[in-house]
């Protein structure tokens, strides 16, 4: 199962990383910049994105900020998170190369109002490598941070597929 997250080097990624909504990608990908940004201030960073990633602002609470903020404070955290980032060229790369059909059930999963329609292009593309075995759901009225927003959603989702393997 792939939740809200297109393939690096899958069509639509070209389209994914010049989205001017989704500079992020960019900006965390780029070398020490994030960091010296960030560091310090990750409490404006996190309620910046959970602002904008939330359809309902009040499931994110302080506390979930505090969390966030904690899990990230050491700049040593901070920087491992900016480098899953500067990963995506190499697995661009990767993925270009290896576009095999694998037969294994695979359920991409997007939320209407982020990734959901990506998860549907992704679908046709995999199709054309060969892949029979994808399914797409898409979850509504939910962004980016479903996880903490709506985490019943993503558990029953989640649960329903895994029952069936």
């Known amino acids: ?8 080097g899958t069509e639509p990624w070209e389209k994914v990383k010049s989205d001017p909504a989704l500079w992020h990608i960019n900006f965390q990908g780029t070398l020490e910049l994030p960091e010296q940004l960030v560091e310090g201030r990750q409490e404006i960073y996190f309620r910046h994105f959970f ?3 939330t359809i309902d602002h009040s499931a994110i609470t302080d506390a979930d900020v505090a969390h966030y903020v904690n899990a990230y404070a050491s700049p040593l955290r901070l920087h491992a998170a900016f480098e899953v980032y500067r990963e995506f060229p190499a697995n661009e790369k990767f993925n270009a190369a290896h576009r095999d059909a694998i037969n294994v059930p695979l359920v991409l999963a997007g939320w209407d109002r982020s990734f959901g329609k990506v998860m549907t292009s992704l679908k046709v593309v995999l199709g054309a490598y060969g892949w029979e075995n994808v399914r797409v759901e898409a979850l509504h009225n939910l962004a980016l941070y479903i996880p903490d927003e709506q985490p019943e959603k993503v558990a029953e989702l989640i649960e329903r597929y895994a029952v069936q393997s």
């Open 1 to 8: 199962m792939i939740l809200e997250c297109p393939i690096p």
């Open 51 to 53: 602002r904008i990633g």
